[in-house]
Structure formats: structure tokens, C-alpha cells
């Protein structure tokens, strides 16, 4: 019975920040893994202050108590996909390096948080060299959108030089999102092996969501903990993430709340709306 269920509902393990308005950070993470049909497990990396405008205050959980609560999970659960979030802090960082270095064969996903949706900084500089020398070499896909691809990257002159760099820190896959692009379309851009493989394009919103970050990222892991290819998965969390902001919902005075009680069923179909196959 126990190896039915794990295989029915394998097991996401996010480390993320809690956000009390409930659109961004951890429950954005529950609610979108849960919606595409797998289980998360979660460690809580730091308590915010915010709201739907902006992001006022940080509190750390302390390093240990992040080690504590994944070696609980870690020992009692079969994870299948690691989901990084905002860690809060440099000590914070240097705890999941430590956790994710020791289970190798996890595969993690990556949403690189230096600034909030609302302009907020999430990350210092030296927290910013941190992922890249301790996270990124462990990451088999990260998803930035294009500003925080090139707050990675500064001395890059356009995004895919962007992506190569994220790659020679080790990143496996490199999804750049084009939400803060001036482009017509959403222009997304998968990377792998030094190249572009594929580009999807999908109709631009007409609102800001708090939250499509973690829900894409989220989402991406979740059906990669089931066992989907990176191409299939990274198709599938697109148009997860897509469907939630198109039905998303203005629950306070700023950015509007992805609503991600929708589910994809079975395996992505390849001529998926907004799909480009380039390989």
C-alpha cells in the first residue's frame, strides 16, 4: 500500500518563506504542487511581512531549525524533487547546500528570488554569489524571469549570454521567463548544453500576479517528481502556471492572486498552446 500511494503522489520538498496574504511563497507552493497531482512536504525558511504591494519585512528562520525540519522529512519520506524558494539568509543558503549536497540524486528546482514581484530586495550581494557558488552546481533546472537572469549575470549583454553563464555555474536547464520583457507574447526560453532548445510563446495578461514564480517553479516540480521528462515538464507547469493567472482573482489593493485550483490531467500534449518545438 505505502509504495501505491508514493507512487500516486510523490513527494515535493520545498524549502520557501511564508507570505501571509497566501499568494507568493510557501502556500503558492502547496497549492500549485498539490494542483497538478503530487504531495509537498514543506521547510519554512523565513516569515515575512507583506501584502499584495510590497514586501516590508524579513525574519530568517535560524540554519539549524532548517536543517531539523528537512532531516525529519527526509528521513521519514521518499522525496522525488527539491523546490528552492526565498531562503532568507546566507547562513540559510549554506543549510540547504548542505541538505540538498548530501542527496545528490534529488533533482532540484530552482526559483533564484532576489527581488519580490513588487520591486522589493530579497537578496544582498553577497547572498546573490552565494546561490551561484553553492546552488547553482546543484541545480538541475532554475526558471528566472529576465531580470533576475541578468542580476546573475551583469556583465552579459542579452539573456542568452545570461543562460550561458547560469549553465557554466552548473546549471543543468535554464528557463528564462519573459514576463518583464517588452515583447508582444510572453517569450520563455529553455537552455541546455550551452543553447537555446526550445522558446514557447504565450498571450501576455493584462495584470501582475504576486506569485507566478513560485507557481511556475512549484508546478515544474511537482510533475517532475512524477517522473515527466524536463521538456514534458517544463510544457505542462507552463500551461499550469498560464491557466492560473488567466483565472486570477484581485483579492487586495496590489498585484493580482494566481488562482491555482485548476489541474492538468496526464502527460502534456506536445501541441500545446504557446508551444515552439525548436530541438
Known sequence: ML???T???PVVLAFSGHDPSGGAGVQADIEAVTGVGSHIATVITALTVQDTQQVDKIYPTDAAVIKEQAKAILEDMPVKAFKLGLLGSLENIEAVHEIIHQYRDIPVIMDPIVRSGTGSVLADDEMTLAYSDLLFPLTKIVTPNSNEAINFAPESDNLQSCAQ????DGCEYVLITGTHS???DV????YHQHKIIEEYRWPRLPHDYHGSGCTLASSLAGYIAQG??????????????WDSLNQGVQLGMGQMHPFRQVKIHGRPDTKIHGHTWLS
Open 3 to 5: 509504495q501505491t500511494m
Open 7 to 9: 507512487q500516486n503522489f
Open 165 to 168: 553563464e547560469l549553465m557554466d
Open 182 to 184: 517588452a515583447t508582444e
Open 187 to 190: 517569450i520563455n526560453t529553455l
Open 228 to 241: 515527466f521528462s524536463i521538456k514534458e515538464a517544463v510544457i505542462a507547469s507552463q500551461q499550469y502556471t
